[in-house]
Nanobody
Framework: QVQLVESGGGLVQAGGSLRLSCAAS????????MGWYRQAPGKQRELVAA???????NYADSVKGRFTISRDNAKNTVYLQMNSLKPEDTAVYYC?????????WGQGTQVTVSS
């Protein structure tokens, strides 16, 4: 079992920045990759960014150049640095961990970007 706790969401003006954190606990040795997803009202959940245990990253086209995913293995924490935020980034952001054959999810944190 893996437990994920997100923090760092909030309200920010367009052009501003936020940093999300996701602290993992439990069977963290089994995690292959971690990522951030988001779900806006009336839309499907989508991948925002992911990072593997080896450090490889990938991003949704809509956030490339603005968002950065990173991990601190000593703290078992993954971060999402979000810069140049836009109103369309408004969503609930979820942390996820892939630990085959299971996927684990955090409770979500709201990010609201005002225009």
């Amino acid at each position: 079992q893996v437990q994920l706790v997100e923090s760092g969401g909030g309200l920010v003006q367009a052009g501003g920045s936020l940093r999300l954190s996701c602290a993992a606990s439990g069977s963290i040795f089994s995690i292959n990759a971690m990522g951030w997803y988001r779900q806006a009202p009336g839309k499907q959940r989508e991948l925002v960014a992911a990072i593997t245990s080896g450090g490889s990253t990938n991003y949704a086209d809509s956030v490339k150049g603005r968002f950065t995913i990173s991990r601190d293995n000593a703290k078992n924490t993954v971060y999402l640095q979000m810069n140049s935020l836009k109103p369309e980034d408004t969503a609930v952001y979820y942390c996820a961990a892939e630990s085959w054959p299971n996927d684990y999810w955090g409770q979500g944190t709201q990010v609201t970007v005002s225009s």
